[in-house]
């Protein structure tokens, strides 16, 4: 559970800044979490960089469009 608790708050941590100029944030810091904590990470800055974490990247959703923010 320790350990939940950590990726909860890595996660948090890390959506809060990819989606700090989102237009939908609500939207964006809810799909950034699903992403981040299947994925473990979450690419730096605002937008872009996705290359940092393919996993994060290559996530799709039921239309095969980009899932993660």
Do not use: W
Not at 3 to 25: L, N, P, T
Request: hydrophobic fraction near 20%; include cysteine.
């Amino acid at each position: 559970m320790i350990i939940y608790g950590i990726v909860i708050g890595f996660c948090d941590s890390k959506c809060a800044v990819r989606c700090s100029k989102a237009g939908r944030q609500d939207r964006c810091l809810k799909y950034c979490g699903i992403c981040c904590k299947d994925c473990h990470c979450v690419p730096s800055g605002t937008y872009g960089n996705k290359d940092e974490c393919p996993c994060y990247r290559d996530k799709k959703n039921s239309k095969g469009r980009p899932k993660c923010p």
